[in-house]
C-alpha cells in the first residue's frame, strides 16, 4: 500500500518569505510517480509537477523548486518570495508504477497563508 | 484551463436520495477518475473507467457506481445517501506524457447530505 504525509497541517508567511512543504512518502514500488497539486478555495486541483522516481534531478519553474531525494523519501516543495495568490492547500500525490491503472495516493495537503 | 467541467457545481440532498453527479472530459481522453474529498482531507479514490469499462477500484461500497460514455462523459452515482457522503466530488481526465499518466481535475460537485 501506498501512503503520503504532509505533516505540516497550515503554514502561515508575510509576502515575500519563502516556504517549504514537506512530504514524506512510503511505497514498495521501486517506479512510483510524484505530484503536486495546489487546491486554491475555489476548490478546483491544479497540477503543479511530477516527478518519475528514477529522475531525481531536482527541478525550478519561476518561484517553485522541488527537491526529490530517494534516500529520505521525501519531495518537497518550496515558493520563493511567497505572494498572497500563492494561498491555498496543496497536496502531494504518489502513483505506483506496478498498478494496472494510475490512481493518486493523496496526502492530506497542507494549508498555506500569505499575508500581505 | 483543463477542459474537464462538471456538474452541478452545489447539490443538497436528503439521507436516503440518491444523486447521479456528472463529468465531461477532453475529446481523445479516456480514462477518467473520480475521486471523494471530505472537509479537511486529501482526495480519496472512488474508482476510475478506461474505455467505458471500470478499471479499478477503491475502497467504496458498492452503492458509489459509475458510467463512461463514448462522448468522454462519465458519471457518478451514488445510491442510499449517508451523512458521510457529505463531500468534494472530483472527476480527473488522464493523459499519457512520456509514458506516465497526468490527471488533470475538473472543479468539483459539493454535496450535502442533510
Known amino acids: 500500500a501506498q501512503k503520503v504525509t504532509q505533516a505540516q497541517t497550515e503554514i502561515s508567511v508575510v509576502e515575500k518569505e519563502d516556504v517549504t512543504l514537506d512530504c514524506v512518502y512510503e511505497t514498495r514500488d521501486t517506479t512510483y510517480y510524484l505530484f503536486w497539486y495546489k487546491q486554491p478555495p475555489s476548490g478546483e486541483l491544479v497540477f503543479l509537477i511530477r516527478r518519475n522516481s528514477f529522475d531525481e534531478q531536482n527541478e525550478i519553474s519561476g518561484r517553485y523548486s522541488w527537491n526529490f531525494q530517494k534516500s529520505t523519501s521525501s519531495f518537497n516543495f518550496t515558493i520563493t518570495a511567497s505572494q498572497v495568490v500563492d494561498s491555498a492547500v496543496y497536496f502531494c500525490?504518489?502513483?505506483?508504477?506496478?498498478?494496472?491503472?494510475?490512481?493518486?495516493?493523496f496526502g492530506k495537503g497542507t494549508m498555506l497563508l500569505v499575508s500581505p | 484551463e483543463t477542459g474537464v467541467t462538471q456538474s452541478p457545481t452545489h447539490l443538497i440532498k436528503t439521507r436516503g436520495q440518491q444523486v447521479t453527479l456528472r463529468c465531461s472530459s477532453q475529446s481523445g481522453h479516456n480514462t477518467v477518475s473520480w475521486y471523494q474529498q471530505a472537509l479537511g482531507q486529501g482526495p480519496q479514490f472512488i474508482f476510475q473507467?478506461?474505455?467505458?469499462?471500470?478499471?479499478g477500484r477503491g475502497n467504496f461500497p458498492p452503492r458509489f457506481s459509475g458510467l463512461q460514455f463514448p462522448n468522454y462523459s462519465s458519471e457518478l452515482n451514488v445510491n442510499a445517501l449517508e451523512l458521510d457522503d457529505s463531500a468534494l466530488y472530483l472527476c480527473?481526465?488522464?493523459?499519457?506524457?512520456?509514458?506516465?499518466?497526468?490527471?488533470?481535475f475538473g472543479p468539483g460537485t459539493r454535496l450535502t447530505v442533510l
Open positions: 500525490a504518489l502513483i505506483p508504477g506496478g498498478s494496472g491503472y494510475s490512481t493518486l495516493t
Open positions: 473507467y478506461y474505455r467505458e469499462e471500470e478499471n
Open positions: 480527473a481526465s488522464t493523459t499519457r506524457t512520456d509514458h506516465t499518466d497526468t490527471q488533470y
